[in-house]
Nanobody, 129 residues
Framework: QVQLVESGGGLVQAGGSLRLSCAAS????????MAWFRQAPGKEREFVAA????????PYADSVKGRFTISRDNAKNTVYLQMNSLRPEDTAVYYC??????????????????????WGQGTQVTVSS
């Protein structure tokens, strides 16, 4: 199983920006799609963004389209989430996750929690109004 460690969370004012990072170690993450999910207090974990291994498909939740950008550097085994124009409703713990199946060149990437088998510990993002 791959180990995932998120970083980059913090407190920011509305309209500000943060960049989250997710470093993978252990089992090679080669060929695996990656995703970011978030969970606010009292709410279910929800999909934010995902990226295929090649970066040829990057779906986003409607709530973050145009504001967030997911990217990856396979040489560094790291996935990023650039978050701009942050809103108070973006406040949540953000989790990085790796797909259960190595899909390599496929353009398919899931947006469902159950399709991801490795998870990080999460990083808190708080946006003040």
């Amino acid at each position: 199983q791959v180990q995932l460690v998120e970083s980059g969370g913090g407190l920011v004012q509305a309209g500000g920006s943060l960049r989250l990072s997710c470093a993978a170690s252990g089992r090679s993450s080669s060929g695996y799609a990656m995703a970011w999910f978030r969970q606010a207090p009292g709410k279910e974990r929800e999909f934010v963004a995902a990226i295929t291994w090649t970066g040829n498909n990057t779906p986003y939740a409607d709530s973050v389209k145009g504001r967030f950008t997911i990217s990856r550097d396979n040489a560094k085994n790291t996935v990023y989430l650039q978050m701009n124009s942050l809103r108070p409703e973006d406040t949540a713990v953000y989790y990085c996750a790796a797909d259960k199946i190595a899909r390599y060149l496929s353009s398919y990437v899931s947006t469902r929690v159950g399709d991801f088998g490795s998870w990080g510990q999460g990083t808190q993002v708080t946006v003040s109004s």
